[in-house]
């Protein structure tokens, strides 16, 4: 019997070391496909023209997309300063006074608010910005993405600030520091690498959101003159031209496709060493 109970059990464990190896290349396999299909087609449709100049008048050939360049980065700066503050704050609270039904409540809206579909939030600065003003602007834009990145800033800034281990806490606060100052001089500076890379992901996950810009920023073919007007983003001109019945707008598309994912990819790098590097370092 108990022959037969070991041969069962490693049989069992061959089975889903096998489904595991499957499912695992796969998922890989499919990764691997989207992103050859689109560097095929994204990087044969780049060139100089698509980065310095502005989209082309309907039916004409060339131009670029440097407006929505500079337009993505110019949402993601406004988002940054509207969201990352909030979130990071959110999180020291939680992490380091979050021990009663208060934080529980933040907890619990956090993770709601991280399940709310982006095009409900672009609703929601729909409501608030653009109603109001009775135009599109960047401000409503930036408003949208900053709201997303604040569930996100929250968690991760926990997380990494209760990682840092109490005894730095306890030493602060016997050689005479307040708790607030402990917290500012210790417990932050140990989770700033982890911090900022949170703070990079999360740039990296909204960076390619779509649906909360069409109702908001809307867009714009030309330079946007300000903080209240409509602004052009690269996922705005993705969905734009992929859907325009011209195949040059479609090549541009596929090139601002490969751009956007390129950018998004070198961010998750970058925050990935950085966070290895700081566990290489811990240990």
Same mark, same amino acid.
């Given at each position: ?23 695992? $290349? ?12 689109? =560097? ?10 698509? =980065? ?83 135009? $599109? ?22 997380? =990494? ?56 920023? =809307? ?19 993705? $969905? ?44």
């Amino acid at each position: 019997m108990t022959n037969l109970h070991t041969l069962r059990r490693k049989t069992v464990n061959v089975v889903m070391l096998t489904v595991t190896g499957l499912c695992t $290349f796969f998922a890989a396999g499919t990764l691997v496909y989207i992103l050859g299909y689109l =560097f095929v087609h994204g990087a044969t449709s780049l060139s100089w023209d698509f =980065f310095t100049k502005l989209p082309t008048p309907v039916g004409e050939s060339g131009g670029g997309m440097a407006n929505a360049i500079v337009g993505s980065g110019k949402l993601l700066l406004l988002a940054s300063v509207f969201g990352i503050p909030i979130g990071f704050l959110g999180g020291v609270y939680l992490a380091e006074f979050g021990g009663n039904t208060f934080a529980y409540i933040i907890r619990y809206v956090t993770d709601l608010l991280n399940g709310v579909p982006s095009i409900v939030i672009g609703i929601f600065a729909y409501t608030i910005i653009v109603l109001p003003q009775k135009h $599109f602007s960047m401000l409503a834009g930036g408003l949208a993405l900053g709201v997303m990145m604040i569930p996100i800033a929250v968690r991760s800034s926990e997380e =990494f600030l209760r990682a840092v281990p109490n005894s730095l806490r306890e030493g602060a606060m016997a050689l005479g520091a307040s708790k607030a100052k402990a917290i500012v001089t210790v417990v932050i500076p140990a989770a700033k690498n982890g911090i900022m890379t949170g703070i990079m992901l999360n740039l990296a996950r909204v960076a390619g959101e779509t649906a909360p810009l069409l109702f908001t920023s =809307f867009g714009n073919r030309y330079w946007s003159p300000g903080w209240e007007q409509p602004i052009s983003a690269l996922p705005v001109m993705i $969905f734009t031209y992929a859907i325009a019945p011209y195949e040059d707008w479609h090549k541009q598309a596929w090139a601002a496709g490969f751009v956007l994912l390129a950018l998004v990819l070198t961010v998750n790098v970058i925050a990935r060493a950085v966070l290895s590097n700081k566990k290489h370092v811990a240990r």
